[in-house]
């Protein structure tokens, strides 16, 4: 406030630099910097990458925003990927709350690939953990396709017998992991308030 009690910075200019910055990709070229540094720095293990989504609450509304009826509340859904020591290697990728996380997966792994190729990252025969909410044939093939290696949770479906055919490859370890890592990433994200969204 200046001396007339006035503010000094109206929150309307504070909007349009952030959407001028959004729109010059500022952002985007923040975050590939940030892990490109990590990777220089020798911080990052990329030998298994864990994988999740998470719906954030948005009570005052916004963009891209849907109910989800599993939260049951109102927001929007994000999924991301973070290396073994909690680091975020991809932006997320948003949608409403009402979406279904699986097929997220398939546009999430074009920026994680993006951002590792930028950053000069080696994920051929990295294993990416996901959980059941992901097991599915397209998801597999996808992860399969980018020389990566599924291990995910599978999820029976409430089938009575079990699946005929091979068993996909699953290491409970592995899986085990995703609640030090990408659980431990989205507590810290559903405790701070993400611009644009609340």
Same mark, same amino acid.
């Given at each position: 406030?200046?001396?007339?009690?006035?503010?000094?910075?109206?929150?309307?200019?504070?909007? %349009?630099?952030?959407?001028?910055?959004?729109?010059?990709?500022?952002?985007?070229?923040?975050?590939?910097?940030?892990?490109?540094?990590?990777?220089?720095?020798?911080?990052?293990?990329?030998?298994v990458i864990h994988g999740d989504g998470?719906?954030?609450?948005?009570?005052?509304?916004?963009?891209?925003?849907?109910?989800?009826?599993?939260?049951?509340?109102?927001? /929007?859904?994000?999924?991301a990927f973070c290396d073994r020591n909690?680091?975020?290697?991809?932006?997320?990728?948003?949608?409403?709350?009402?979406?279904?996380?699986?097929? $997220?997966?398939? /546009?999430?792994?074009?920026?994680? @690939?993006?951002?590792?190729?930028?950053?000069? $990252?080696? $994920?051929?025969?990295?294993?990416?953990?996901?959980?059941?909410?992901?097991?599915?044939?397209?998801?597999?093939?996808? @992860?399969?396709?980018?020389?990566?290696?599924?291990?995910?949770?599978?999820?029976?479906?409430?089938?009575?017998?079990?699946? %005929?055919?091979?068993?996909?490859?699953? /290491?409970?370890?592995?899986?085990?992991?995703?609640?030090?890592? @990408?659980?431990?990433?989205?507590?810290?994200?559903?405790?701070?308030?993400?611009?644009?969204?609340?």
């Open positions: 406030m200046d001396r007339d009690g006035r503010p000094e910075i109206h929150y309307t200019s504070i909007y %349009r630099a952030f959407r001028r910055w959004q729109a010059c990709e500022c952002f985007d070229a923040v975050f590939l910097e940030s892990v490109v540094r990590l990777e220089h720095d020798q911080l990052l293990d990329t030998s998470t719906t954030t609450a948005a009570k005052k509304g916004g963009d891209n925003i849907g109910f989800s009826g599993h939260k049951n509340m109102k927001g /929007d859904k994000v999924v909690c680091n975020v290697i991809a932006p997320f990728v948003s949608a409403p709350g009402n979406r279904n996380e699986s097929p $997220l997966l398939r /546009d999430a792994l074009p920026q994680v @690939i993006r951002i590792a190729r930028e950053a000069r $990252l080696d $994920l051929r025969d990295t294993v990416v953990s996901l959980d059941g909410v992901y097991d599915c044939r397209a998801n597999r093939k996808a @992860i399969f396709n980018r020389g990566m290696v599924p291990n995910i949770n599978p999820n029976p479906r409430g089938r009575k017998r079990t699946k %005929r055919g091979r068993k996909p490859l699953f /290491d409970l370890a592995i899986f085990k992991e995703r609640f030090r890592t @990408i659980e431990r990433v989205f507590a810290w994200e559903d405790t701070h308030q993400r611009a644009g969204v609340k």
